[in-house]
């Protein structure tokens, strides 16, 4: 059973730059990985998703901004933050896939999220 810790939020200014991993206890064979958050008082939305074959897909809020990205030999999972927005502002989640998609009902073993806060 793959189980995914996210890490590296926090607080930032606008404009600013963060970068988030996501680390899987086991293999990391999941054919599609994504990032997702939720902030306060709001639904969990998609962000950006990364496929085996390194093909990607990011929200329209995100684009060009934000990157995901994975590292094969270290089982990790990357989402590279920049110009940052207080908009971004949410609990930051990664979970596995089964489709390449944004939307979270088809993504589980939840990690149990990281902090973002741009003011």
């Known amino acids: 059973h793959v189980q995914l810790v996210e890490s590296g939020g926090g607080s930032v200014q606008v404009g600013g730059s963060l970068r988030l991993s996501c680390a899987a206890s086991g293999y990391l064979n999941s054919p599609y990985m994504g990032w997702f958050r939720q902030p306060p008082g709001k639904q969990r939305e998609g962000v950006a998703v990364?496929?085996?074959?390194?093909?990607?897909l990011h929200a329209p809020s995100v684009k060009g901004r934000f990157t995901v990205s994975k590292d094969n030999a270290k089982n990790t999972l990357y989402l590279q933050m920049n110009s940052l927005k207080p908009e971004d502002t949410a609990m930051y989640f990664c979970a596995r896939g089964t489709t390449f998609t944004l939307a979270a009902a088809y993504f589980s073993s939840w990690g149990q999220g990281t902090q973002v806060t741009v003011s």
């Open positions: 990364l496929g085996r074959y390194g093909s990607t």
